[in-house]
């Protein structure tokens, strides 16, 4: 299972785009990308997931570089809303043993 | 709202005693998965269940078991508790069975237990 290193916190302004990069030296062939966010008591919420290159939905942006070894979360134009911890998983779900680890995360501090 | 529902909202009781934690996926949804989260370890797999049956199983405890009914629903029991199981416990759910690649997962509001 893919272990992932991310800063355990960030600030940023209202109006700036953030980007949270989160390392994964020894990512498997067949590991993906997801992440999620999460509010204080709530549970976590998936923004997006995958592969290589670049993904871009509604939320936010992926880009994951060719060697596949860090990913970076880009959140356009953040707002205050957008405090919260954000977690990177990398793995196989189709391995049966490759454990669902969230880590610690990254606490996103959005100020105005 | 995920659409995934979580009873009871708050849970607090003694050591030593048992609880029963439920869950109830999205509609649709055949997979359920539990999840710890306490202040010092983020947040812990615990198990998944697919269509009734154990999927998969992480760092869950022997004092724990969970299982998945007909219905879907889902019980998370913890039994003989001590005062380090006061945590948030999530439940989430999804569609997949966990054996396709790619998979997004939808969480319930969690319940919080506290253990004096």
């Known amino acids: 299972l893919a272990k992932t290193t991310q800063p355990i916190s960030m600030d940023s302004y209202e109006g700036q785009e953030v980007n949270i990069t989160c390392s994964h030296n020894n990512i498997a062939t067949n590991d993906y990308i997801t992440w999620y966010q999460q509010f204080p008591s709530q549970g976590p919420r998936f923004i997006i997931q995958?592969?290589?290159t670049k993904v871009t939905n509604e939320v936010a942006s992926l880009f994951i570089p060719a060697d596949r070894k860090s990913s970076t979360l880009s959140l356009p134009r953040v707002s205050l809303s957008d405090t919260a911890v954000y977690y990177c998983?990398?793995?196989?779900?189709?391995?049966?043993?490759?454990?669902?680890?969230f880590g610690k995360g990254t606490r996103l501090h959005i100020l105005p | 709202d995920s659409g995934v529902t979580q009873t009871p909202k708050h849970l607090i009781t003694a050591t030593g005693q048992r609880v029963t934690l439920r869950c109830s996926p999205r509609s649709g949804d055949l997979s359920v998965y539990w999840y710890q989260q306490s202040l010092d370890q983020g947040l812990q797999f615990l198990i998944q269940?697919?269509?009734?049956?154990?999927?998969a199983k992480g760092n869950i405890l022997e004092r724990f078991s969970a299982q998945q009914f007909p219905d879907l629903h889902s019980e998370l029991n913890l039994s003989s508790l001590e005062l380090g199981d006061s945590a948030l416990y999530f439940c989430?759910?999804?569609?997949?069975?966990?054996?396709?690649?790619?998979?997004?997962?939808?969480f319930g509001p969690g319940t919080r237990l506290t253990v004096l």
């Open positions: 998983l990398v793995g196989d779900l189709q391995n049966r043993d490759d454990k669902i680890i």
């Open positions: 995958g592969y290589k």
């Open positions: 269940y697919y269509n009734g049956e154990e999927r």
């Open positions: 989430a759910s999804s569609i997949k069975d966990g054996r396709e690649r790619t998979d997004t997962q939808y």
